[in-house]
C-alpha cells in the first residue's frame, strides 16, 4: 500500500537557519504530493502541493519539488522564523487530487529558537 | 468563509464508555472526512462521506465505531464500547468534491480513554 516517511524529528534550529524536512514516498501510481503545517492548538493547514512529477510547491517562502525519480518531496526554507514552529506532515494522495483521501506521515516538529 | 467546526474539544472517557464527536463541514463541501490521529502519529482516514452516502469506510473499526452524516451535511463519528488503544485526537476534513486539490481540516476532538 502508499506510505509516506519522513525524517524523524523533533529538529531544532536558530532563527534565520536554513531548513529541510525530508519525504520519501511510496505509491503505487501517480500520486499528489502536500505538505500540511499544524500550529500548537489548531487544526492542519495545507501549506503546499504538488500534483505531477517535476511540479515545485511554494507558500510562505516554504518550497518542495515533486520528484519522481527519487520518490521524494523535500520541504525547504530558506530562513525561518520563530513563528515556523509548528509540526509538518507531508502526504500524498492517490490517483487524482483527492486530497481529503490522503496518506500520511508520522509528522516533524520544528522548533526556531531566536 | 467558516472553517471546519469540531465538538466537544477534548474528551475524557473510561474505557467500555461509548462517546460521539460532531463535525460541521464547511458550507457547500460535499466531501466530508474522518481520520484518527495518534500521538506521534499522522492522521489516518477511517471514514469518507460523498454527501449522505459512505464512499469508503475499508479503515473503521465497524465493531465499534460508526459514523453517520444525515441530510449530507453535519457528520457523527460513535465508538461504543471504548478501549484505551482508542486514545487519539479525531479530525473532521471536508473538500468541496472527491477530485479537490485541497482539503480543509477542523481543530479536532482529543479524547482520552482511561
Known amino acids: 500500500g502508499d506510505s509516506v516517511t519522513q525524517m524523524e524529528g523533533p529538529v531544532t534550529l536558530s532563527e534565520e537557519a536554513f531548513l529541510t524536512i525530508n519525504c520519501t514516498y511510496t505509491?503505487?501510481?501517480?500520486?499528489?504530493l502536500f505538505w500540511y503545517v499544524q500550529y500548537p492548538g489548531e487544526g492542519l493547514q495545507l501549506l503546499l502541493k504538488?500534483?505531477?512529477?517535476?511540479d515545485k510547491g511554494s507558500n510562505k517562502g516554504f518550497e518542495a519539488t515533486y520528484r519522481k525519480e527519487t520518490t521524494s518531496f523535500h520541504l525547504e526554507k530558506g530562513s525561518v522564523q520563530v513563528s515556523d514552529s509548528a509540526v509538518y506532515f507531508c502526504?500524498?494522495?492517490?490517483?487524482?487530487?483527492?486530497?481529503?483521501?490522503?496518506?500520511f506521515g508520522d509528522g516533524t516538529t520544528l522548533t526556531v529558537k531566536p | 468563509e467558516a472553517g471546519v467546526a469540531q465538538s466537544p474539544r477534548y474528551k475524557i472517557i473510561e474505557k467500555r464508555q461509548s462517546v460521539a464527536f460532531w463535525c460541521n463541514p464547511i458550507s457547500g463541501h460535499a466531501t466530508l472526512y474522518w481520520y484518527q490521529q495518534i500521538l506521534g502519529q499522522g492522521p489516518k482516514l477511517l471514514i469518507q462521506f460523498q454527501n449522505n452516502g459512505v464512499v469508503d469506510d475499508s479503515q473503521l473499526p465497524k465493531d465499534r465505531f460508526s459514523a453517520e452524516r444525515l441530510k449530507g451535511v453535519d457528520s457523527t463519528l460513535k465508538i461504543q464500547p471504548a478501549k484505551l488503544e482508542d486514545s487519539a485526537v479525531y479530525l473532521c476534513?471536508?473538500?468541496?468534491?472527491?477530485?479537490?486539490?485541497?482539503?480543509?481540516f477542523g481543530q479536532g476532538t482529543r479524547l482520552t480513554v482511561v
Open positions: 476534513a471536508s473538500s468541496l468534491e472527491p477530485g479537490s486539490t485541497e482539503a480543509f
Open positions: 502526504a500524498l494522495s492517490e490517483g487524482n487530487t483527492n486530497a481529503g483521501k490522503s496518506t
Open positions: 504538488a500534483t505531477k512529477a517535476d
Open positions: 505509491a503505487t501510481g501517480y500520486p499528489s
